[in-house]
């Protein structure tokens, strides 16, 4: 059973402050992704990486910094948070063969308000 | 504009009765993926696909990739398939990334 866990579960920041979200995944996954839900919207993709120690931008990446420390953690980084960056954050992992990856696993998400 | 196009927005549903979901895609898909957010928020992995289909209980969903597009059928819907259902394409030459489309609300009345 795949198994993506996020923390915290929920978080209330201020306007300029430094925030820290955290994904670990015991799949064995090479890939990981982290994606925003805004209410009433579909995700969207911020960051993704495919092996430890790197990281690539995803659709919407401005504003948001990422980190994969090993293949089981995942992390998003708000250095500079702002109102507009109040979301519903997502982790996923998934497995890839050759060009087209596994299906995706998303973890219970993260629901940040900044005040 | 959008590169995956879900419709309905919203549907609501009798007990007992059929239905079904679509997206559109205007990306060329290679894999697609259904998931049904619950009302707690959560994410359940509903379908993996290639072009086929591919059944599990009272849910069925195909893919065509030559006609961009993939439906979702619920048959005999119950209350507990009520939620969000999102569909995501993974397209050609953009990487292992999915673009996710804005889902379709679906609430199923006794």
């Known amino acids: 059973e795949a198994a993506v866990t996020q923390s915290p579960r929920s978080k209330v920041a201020v306007t300029g402050g430094k925030v820290t979200l955290s994904c670990h995944q015991t799949n064995n996954h090479d890939y990981m992704y982290w994606y925003r839900q805004d209410t009433g919207h579909g995700l969207r993709l911020i960051h993704y990486s495919y092996v430890a120690d790197s990281t690539e931008k995803g659709d919407i990446p401005d504003g948001y910094k990422a980190s994969r420390p090993s293949q089981e953690n995942f992390s998003l980084i708000l250095e500079l948070a702002s109102l507009s960056q109040t979301a519903v954050y997502f982790c996923?992992?998934?497995?890839?063969?050759?060009?087209?990856?596994?299906?995706?696993?998303f973890g219970p998400g993260t629901r940040l308000t900044v005040l | 504009g959008d590169k995956v196009k879900q419709s309905p927005s919203a549907l609501s549903l009798q007990e007992g009765t059929n239905s079904a979901l679509r997206c559109n895609f205007s990306?060329?898909?290679?894999?697609v993926q259904w998931f049904l957010q619950n009302p707690r928020g959560s994410l359940i992995n509903l379908f993996y696909?290639?072009?086929g289909t591919k059944e599990n209980g009272r849910l069925k969903s195909a893919f065509d990739s030559k006609e961009s597009y993939s439906t979702l059928h619920i048959r005999d819907a119950q209350l507990e398939d009520s939620g969000t259902y999102f569909c995501?394409?993974?397209?050609?030459?953009?990487?292992?990334?999915?673009?996710f489309g804005t889902g379709t609300s679906l609430l199923v009345d006794p």
């Open positions: 696909l290639v072009p």
């Open positions: 990306i060329a898909a290679t894999t």
């Open positions: 996923a992992s998934s497995d890839a063969l050759g060009r087209s990856s596994y299906e995706q696993y």
């Open positions: 995501a394409a993974e397209g050609s030459n953009m990487g292992y990334k999915l673009t």
